[in-house]
């Protein structure tokens, strides 16, 4: 089952670099009907604040799958599962409704102008971006891994290596290691180790 752990890592890996560098792109274009008609655009990170710390949050649980024992696979699938649901359902959201909330930060620094009220007189138009959608399909990529190493993980292979593992593990000789050594010690001695 090593393909199986190196599928489950790969795709959580995959959906926290996806989100993370999802919150570095513009999500929604926002048009001010301010005379001048300014638009703005709306980085993922402002508008969902927790996209960045749970994509990498996300990354951090893939890259120690690789690693844990069984019972933490568990927890860090559990894990995964509620990013994935957290960040999922906000994004949403906003592919959705499109909140004029997820664009308040972007207009207040822009404008000075707060609250959502004051904010929502102000914006004219909001266009939507394909990263929201891509950020979805990635926290969909996230929840089937978080699933599949709730359900698999007790069959995924052990990480130790075979020079550590034990005789009856490898299938190996169970008898004595150092019967040879014994031998040995009777041959320096004169002795016969077979009579």
């Known amino acids: 089952m090593r393909r199986a752990r190196s599928t489950a890592v790969l795709a959580m890996l995959l959906a926290g670099a996806i989100g993370v560098i999802a919150s570095t792109q513009t999500w929604i274009d926002v048009t001010l009907d301010d005379g001048a008609q300014q638009t703005l655009a709306v980085p993922g990170a402002e508008a969902l604040p927790v996209l960045t710390p749970l994509s990498l949050a996300a990354l951090a649980l893939g890259a120690a799958l690789s690693i844990v024992g069984p019972v933490l696979r568990h927890v860090f699938g559990a894990l995964g599962l509620l990013i994935a649901a957290f960040v999922g359902i906000g994004t949403a959201q906003i592919l959705l409704a499109t909140p004029v909330s997820a664009t308040a930060a ?66 190996g000789d169970t008898g004595r290691p150092h019967d040879a050594i014994d031998s040995w010690d009777d041959l320096s001695r004169g002795d016969d180790p077979t009579a």
């Open 106 to 171: 972007t207009v207040t620094d822009a404008t000075g102008i707060s609250g959502t009220d004051a904010v929502a007189s102000l914006v004219r138009d909001l266009a939507l971006t394909p990263w929201p959608a891509v950020t979805l399909v990635a926290q969909i990529v996230l929840l089937s891994a978080s699933v599949f190493t709730l359900v698999s993980a007790r069959r995924w292979a052990s990480g130790a290596s075979r020079k550590y593992r034990t005789a009856d593990e490898t299938g």
